[in-house]
């Protein structure tokens, strides 16, 4: 998924210059926080104007050449501002925005897929290890999402979610979601496994939003998903090697996410009725 990108492009740099102490390697400063928290207003203030009509509410209409790639079957995802990520202090902000039509399913099947989380792993993995809902709330999620990469190091993320999903009508919904805890495992899978405190570690991933729009027109679903995404900063010394890598990563992993939802959804409309 998308924020897997993320753990890609930092345990990239992390393997050239060895493995840091995993506790104060790069600890989350309220700073870098803050700044991310004010990127994110600017972002949901964008997201609302969609959502409340002052602006077009697919993203691929925004652009026809765009829309027509996407209803050929193109995956379409790009960063949604700015040529690189945005430094914050002590920090880096990755955001991509992206786009696939899934033709002949509808809505409700698109929607069945995307709250079915506790299968998401059979098409997300083997990134995502496991995935399970922890409540629901009408259409209020909180979630459990274990995180995997393996490059030069392995690293392993427990994580918690607060997805909300809104319809608008009956060919719109839209929903949001948020991390609300984020913990680096140490020793996974071993007797010693335990968590470190949330802040602390490797800063692969400290926070992430995602806003996903749904709607059913021209005889399918159309499915975007804008990913938000608060990470270490990579030392100055190697970003001539490593912003190249933290470039392509997160747009690529957005891609994965958007070709595995249409590969969910299309299982999921394929099945007989019950």
């Not at 193109?74 to 955001?95: F, S, Y």
């Not at 030069?152 to 805890?181: C, G, M, Y």
């Not at 939003?209 to 010394?237: H, K, N």
Request: with cysteine.
């Amino acid at each position: 998924m998308i924020f897997l990108a993320v753990l890609a492009a930092t345990v990239s740099w992390m393997g050239l210059v060895g493995r840091p102490d995993p506790v104060s390697a790069a600890d989350l400063r309220p700073a870098t926080a803050a700044a991310f928290e004010r990127y994110i207003q600017g972002v949901q203030a964008r997201v609302d104007e969609r959502v409340t009509g002052h602006r077009n509410f697919l993203w691929v209409d925004d652009a026809p050449r765009r829309r027509t790639r996407v209803q050929r079957g193109e995956i379409v995802a790009e960063r949604a501002a700015g040529a690189r990520p945005v430094d914050v202090p002590d920090g880096l902000v990755h955001d991509f925005i992206g786009a696939v039509f899934i033709p002949r399913v509808t809505l409700g099947q698109a929607l069945a897929f995307v709250q079915d989380y506790d299968r998401h792993r059979d098409f997300y993995g083997p990134e995502l290890v496991d995935s399970r809902i922890i409540s629901r709330d009408g259409e209020r999620f909180v979630l459990y999402m274990r995180l995997k990469k393996k490059k030069v190091i392995t690293v392993v993320l427990n994580t918690e979610h607060d997805a909300r999903f809104f319809p608008l009508d009956l060919t719109r919904w839209h929903s949001q979601s948020r991390t609300t805890r984020i913990a680096e495992v140490q020793d996974p899978g071993t007797p010693d496994e335990h968590e470190l405190p949330a802040g602390t570690g490797y800063g692969l991933m400290w926070s992430l939003r995602t806003y996903w729009r749904f709607m059913e027109r021209d005889g399918g679903v159309y499915v975007e998903c804008q990913a938000v995404s608060l990470s270490r900063s990579i030392p100055w010394g190697l970003r001539w090697l490593i912003s190249p890598i933290v470039s392509s990563l997160p747009r690529d992993s957005l891609a994965n996410t958007l070709a595995a939802t249409r590969a969910g959804v299309r299982a999921r409309a394929s099945r007989p009725p019950r």
